[in-house]
């Protein structure tokens, strides 16, 4: 991609909207409140008790009632997507934002809410556990995976995979910091990041006007259309759904600081 600073400027300003997007108000998704409301009409207390608990794997729910919520949810959240209904107009959210070109935020803003709601349906941990304003390094560097596969990076699907892999081998219930922050995948974390990036910069932060990323298609003037947010939501769902933290039965371990 370049040099060094070039892959670290880019991968810069990819992280910059993503965390002023992350601190939008109605972006973080709360995984017990989302998990109970969907499962609430297709499983029993118990099942959801412990869907909460461990997961949707551990809690034997069938591939089937998994992806009728994912699609649920999907559908959701593109029917909000279009026009940028849910987060337009947030005085106090946009306020924080600085230079970041408000519609990119709002519009990454919604990507991080579907790939919080199918992570969470597909097995993976809380990835916002605490209520820090900020997000920690390695929820940034899932989060920019997953922002990755929606949009095409095949970089990205390596890496997520990796990820579940992890998770999957140790059966924890939570990141593998260490490799997200320092480890073997935070090379392609930033090589993501850094793609990204310079989608933007070549589109957004160099005219200074919000338009079309080539690889997502979508404009970000004036609303965003159900034809584009759809497809994307779709190759993460796919990707997920191909995980091996996904089987039912899979049960995390309580010791969940094996992996780092």
Known sequence: MGSAKEVEDSSSKFTQVMDAA??????????????????KRYCS??????????????????????TEVANTSIRYETGKVTGLSALAGVPGGIAMIGTVPTDLAQYLGHMLRIAQKLAYI?????????????????????????????V?????????????????SQVIK?????????????????KVAAILGVSMT???????????????????????????????????QKHLASLEITKPGLRPDLATDVVQ
Request: a neutral charge.
């Open 22 to 39: 992350a601190k939008l108000p109605g972006v973080r998704i709360n995984r017990a409140e989302y998990l109970r409301k969907a499962l």
């Open 45 to 66: 207390e118990e099942q959801i008790d412990r869907a909460v608990a461990e997961s949707p794997a551990a809690a034997g729910i069938a591939p089937d009632i998994i």
């Open 122 to 150: 597909y097995s993976w941990p809380d990835l916002f556990a605490g209520d820090d304003e900020d997000i920690d390094e390695a929820t940034e560097g899932v989060l920019t995976l997953f922002v990755g596969v929606m």
């Open 152 to 168: 095409g990076v095949q970089l990205a699907q390596s890496g997520v995979s990796k990820v579940s892999a992890m998770m999957a």
């Open 174 to 190: 939570k990141l593998p910091q260490k490799a997200l922050t320092q480890g073997a995948l935070y090379p392609i974390v930033k």
């Open 202 to 236: 070549k589109k957004i932060f160099a005219s200074g006007i919000a338009k079309a990323i080539p690889v997502v298609g979508a404009v970000l003037s004036g609303g965003l259309t159900f034809g584009t947010f759809l497809p994307m939501t779709k190759k993460l």
